[in-house]
Nanobody
Framework: QVRLVESGGGLVQAGGSLRLSCAAS????????VGWFRQAPGKEREFVAA????????YYRDSVKGRFTISRDNAKNTVNLQMSSLVPEDTAVYYC???????????????????WGQGTQVTVSS
């Protein structure tokens, strides 16, 4: 069983930055693909970014390309989402998710992930 815990959310002004972290307990992230998703009030959950195992491949939704960066820190057993140039439309609860994977695959669909964190709130004020 893998337990995921997100951290790093908060309130930031438009144009600011936040760094989200997803930590795994119960086992390491080795051999797991990890994704970040978000859900705004009244909206469906949407894909944000994903990273393969090992960290050779990344994939982003169009609206965050060039602003968000997903990365792995194997020494700390975390996957991070660096978010810059934030806009109010980025306001949502952000979730990380993980699944065992073969070499190099990334996954955009949420139903392909086996484990989910509880989420962390990101609020961007205008």
């Amino acid at each position: 069983q893998v337990r995921l815990v997100e951290s790093g959310g908060g309130l930031v002004q438009a144009g600011g930055s936040l760094r989200l972290s997803c930590a795994a307990s119960g086992r390491t992230f080795l051999g797991y693909a990890v994704g970040w998703f978000r859900q705004a009030p009244g909206k469906e959950r949407e894909f944000v970014a994903a990273i393969s195992w090992p960290a050779g491949s990344t994939y982003y939704r169009d609206s965050v390309k060039g602003r968000f960066t997903i990365s792995r820190d194997n020494a700390k057993n975390t996957v991070n989402l660096q978010m810059s140039s934030l806009v109010p439309e980025d306001t949502a609860v952000y979730y990380c998710a993980a699944r065992p994977t073969s070499y190099g695959f990334v996954y955009e669909r949420g139903d392909l992930y086996d484990y989910w964190g509880q989420g962390t709130q990101v609020t961007v004020s205008s």
